[in-house]
């Protein structure tokens, strides 16, 4: 989020800032440990995506390499699950575990989970909002329109409400990414904790970009009430 001027309020967001660095740091540490570990199964992250998406009847999604570290996602446009090169090669218990939750997008899409249909109905305007709000607010707090500031808030409000609905979807998908891994027999009982680990560290970024959101929201509520 920008900070676009510098006032008392901006303490607010200590903590998310801390909060959002120590996610971040807890994801890669997990991600890199337990992409050290190889599965006892010894299957690679792109043939347990191909696998788990042909027994859930999905047939018209691909799964493709994508360069990056962390940049593995579903594309519900192109109805692509696309894996780094490591979890689309490797596999490690990381390299599973992220492949089943990207999966996990595949399979809410099919049967039309609706945050997730919320999310992908919203994002359009959350795009614009995203861009729009911080300078509308600034504009309006500098002519001293309550009106361009309402608006500017408003906006953002809809960037908030994108980070409130993904969070129920990223948990879902980690957690039919985990009974998958269990139930059809992926990973051995012993692995499955060092999975967990990779999701639950994982799912604390999205946690802390929520956090983010909403205390700068908190932050236009409180400089738009002193005008």
Same mark, same amino acid.
């Given at each position: 989020m920008p900070f676009f001027l510098y006032d008392p309020t901006m303490v607010l967001l200590i903590p998310a800032v801390l909060f959002a660095l120590w996610a971040q740091m807890k994801v890669k540490s997990a991600y890199r440990k337990y992409t050290q570990i190889r599965s006892a199964q010894g299957f690679s992250g792109a043939k347990v995506a191909e696998s788990i998406l042909r027994q859930n009847g999905i047939y018209d999604v691909k799964v493709e390499a994508v360069n990056g570290e962390l940049s593995?996602?579903? $594309?519900?446009?192109?109805?692509?699950?696309? #894996?780094?090169?490591? *979890?689309?090669?490797? *596999?490690?218990?990381? %390299?599973? %575990?992220?492949? %089943?939750? =990207? @999966?996990?997008?595949?399979?809410?899409?099919?049967? &039309?989970? &609706?945050?997730?249909? #919320?999310?992908?109905?919203?994002?359009? @305007?959350? *795009? /614009? !909002?995203?861009? !729009?709000?911080?300078?509308? +607010?600034? /504009?309006?707090?500098?002519?001293?329109?309550?009106?361009?500031? $309402?608006?500017? /808030?408003?906006?953002?409000?809809?960037?908030? #409400? +994108?980070?409130?609905?993904?969070?129920?979807? =990223?948990?879902?998908?980690?957690?039919? !990414?985990?009974? /998958?891994?269990?139930?059809?027999?992926?990973?051995?009982?012993? =692995?499955? $904790?060092?999975?967990?680990?990779?999701? *639950?560290?994982? %799912?604390?970024?999205y946690v802390a970009a929520a956090s983010m959101a909403l205390l700068n929201l908190v932050r236009l509520l409180i400089l738009r009430g002193e005008e």
């Open positions: 593995d996602h579903y $594309d519900p446009r192109t109805k692509t699950v696309r #894996l780094s090169e490591h *979890n689309f090669q490797g *596999n490690s218990l990381s %390299a599973l %575990a992220i492949a %089943a939750h =990207e @999966v996990g997008h595949a399979i809410q899409d099919k049967e &039309a989970y &609706a945050m997730l249909r #919320l999310r992908h109905s919203i994002l359009p @305007v959350t *795009n /614009i !909002a995203s861009f !729009a709000a911080f300078p509308l +607010f600034l /504009i309006g707090l500098f002519m001293s329109s309550p009106m361009l500031m $309402d608006l500017g /808030i408003f906006f953002f409000g809809a960037v908030v #409400l +994108f980070h409130l609905v993904t969070l129920p979807v =990223e948990f879902n998908a980690s957690s039919r !990414a985990m009974a /998958i891994l269990k139930n059809n027999g992926y990973l051995v009982t012993q =692995e499955l $904790d060092g999975a967990k680990k990779v999701l *639950n560290a994982a %799912a604390l970024t």
